[in-house]
């Protein structure tokens, strides 16, 4: 996933509208807005967009899904500042740790919060993608992709040359904070359910792993991003090589968001 600018003319409109519908210069202030980052950044954390965006079902025809994760990943901060603890997923169970703040300091990092509201955005559109590959002379299979298929892209990495694995890494990578942090169900349903010994339950086309494989694939893919040459070149080797130390506390916003502010309305937004 490459990190592009948030903030569309649409998302800026939607900002002056809600706040400051009484202005009659509307663009005037959205050209403010675009110079003045620190001004739009504490008006993102105004509680009145905060409720008229949850207020809409539709929301995402009226401002960019990046936009809308911004603002609550924003709102988790805040509210994450009146908590001491956060609870973590171990072995079906609820585990409470005392690191509020520590997520607190992560979502504090702009281009790490940034990151995590464009993934949750890049998620609302699940892509596949089949391609031949040749096994030996006459002899081809066929590989279908899918974003949130880890297993796919793993053996999809495979067959690249390093130099040009880098988007494969990083997305593997994102699959899994993506799906530990926002549908851990998923993948508890092997720990609830097994087979043999064997994982045979499907989401998707992949062979679910646990919760615990997919922090440790995750952590592992966004170190070999980081390393690669391409992360330095595109200025995401910082936040790369935060989210591959911290994958676990990164997953604690996205969780608390998909639980708070979601709710069932998940299943919507993200095509799962």
Not at 9 to 19: K, N, S
Request: charged letters at 25%; glycine letters at 4%; a negative charge.
């Amino acid at each position: 996933m490459e990190v592009v600018p948030l903030w569309s003319h649409r998302d800026l409109r939607f900002v002056v509208e809600t706040l400051i519908p009484e202005r009659q210069d509307p663009e005037h202030v959205i050209q403010l807005l675009q110079e003045d980052t620190s001004l739009l950044e504490a008006m993102l954390e105004d509680e009145r967009l905060f409720q008229q965006l949850m207020a809409d079902d539709e929301i995402l025809l009226s401002v960019s899904p990046g936009f809308f994760f911004k603002v609550l990943l924003l709102r988790t901060r805040r509210d994450l500042q009146k908590e001491l603890y956060t609870f973590e997923r171990r072995n079906l169970q609820r585990v409470v740790l005392f690191d509020a703040n520590r997520v607190v300091e992560l979502l504090s990092q702009p281009p790490v919060c940034d990151y995590l509201a464009g993934l949750l955005a890049s998620f609302t559109r699940i892509h596949s993608v089949t391609i031949p590959i040749r096994v030996r002379p006459g002899i081809w299979h066929r590989l279908r992709i899918n974003d949130l298929d880890v297993d796919s892209m793993i053996r999809y990495a495979e067959i690249l040359d390093e130099e040009y694995r880098f988007g494969v890494y990083q997305r593997i990578a994102d699959a899994c904070l993506f799906l530990t942090g926002v549908f851990p169900e998923y993948l508890e349903t092997r720990q609830r359910y097994p087979s043999a010994g064997q994982p045979r339950l499907r989401l998707r086309s992949s062979v679910l792993h646990t919760l615990e494989d997919h922090e440790a694939y995750g952590r592992s893919f966004y170190g070999l991003a980081a390393r690669h040459p391409l992360a330095r070149q595109q200025g995401l080797d910082e936040v790369l090589s935060t989210l591959s130390e911290d994958f676990v506390l990164a997953e604690k916003p996205l969780a608390y968001l998909a639980e708070r502010y979601l709710s069932l309305h998940k299943h919507r937004l993200f095509d799962l």
